[in-house]
């Protein structure tokens, strides 16, 4: 990872990853009650693309401790990094790059596919931002361009109750209830055309779906 690491340092930082894990993703997860199934579906190793829905900003650390086993890269939105606090955190404990909202980031997105070359397994929230509670928003096009260029193992990811651990929904439902879901893994075999990019996020996001109606 060397070019890459020379632009994020901090990704070739496990050590510091694995503390993070332990304590701060391991304080949350205590916190919210997380419950998670189908662990054993996440490949040991080898590249591995795992897609999730969004709820919560707190997702990145219930997803990376609930799959626990194996590090796991994100996407973050590239204002994070520049939070005084915040930032200071990701840069040394998560393995986290920054992808640029609003706009296709090809950077994030070779970040990405560099990352799974790699033999890595990164995470990506495909609705691009956070849905309302028991709502799924259609997939970004970038997210199914990753899958086909990758052609890694694709592990669909269904997050429920992280909506409730801040804010209005927290003073309604008091102690949250997280429950994480993993499916099993599964390939998009579709020919590397940007009109098959958005067939293929459809395809990741009905998959996540699925797992709603098997719990």
Not at 13 to 21: E, T
Request: net charge positive; aromatic share 8%.
């Amino acid at each position: 990872m060397n070019a890459l690491t020379t632009k994020y340092p901090w990704v070739k930082r496990k050590r510091a990853y694995w503390v993070w894990l332990n304590t701060v993703a391991r304080l949350i997860g205590t916190i919210c009650r997380l419950k998670v199934r189908g662990r054993e579906n996440i490949p040991k190793e080898g590249k591995v693309l795992l897609v999730a829905n969004h709820r919560s900003y707190l997702d990145p650390p219930l997803v990376a401790y609930a799959v626990k086993k194996r590090p796991v890269f994100f996407m973050a939105k590239s204002e994070l990094f520049d939070t005084p606090i915040l930032g200071s955190l990701i840069k040394h404990w998560g393995n986290a790059f920054p992808v640029k909202r609003g706009k296709l980031d090809l950077t994030a997105l070779k970040t990405a596919l560099e990352i799974l070359n790699k033999g890595e397994l990164v995470c990506i929230f495909p609705e691009g931002q956070r849905a309302p509670k028991g709502k799924f928003l259609r997939g970004k096009w970038g997210a199914g361009m990753v899958a086909i260029k990758a052609g890694a193992p694709i592990v669909p990811c269904l997050i429920e109750g992280s909506e409730a651990i801040i804010g209005k929904e927290r003073l309604i439902s008091g102690i949250p209830k997280v429950n994480v879901t993993f499916g099993k893994p599964f390939t998009i075999d579709l020919d590397d055309k940007k009109e098959n990019y958005q067939r293929a996020v459809d395809i990741m996001m009905e998959r996540i779906k699925e797992l709603k109606s098997g719990n």
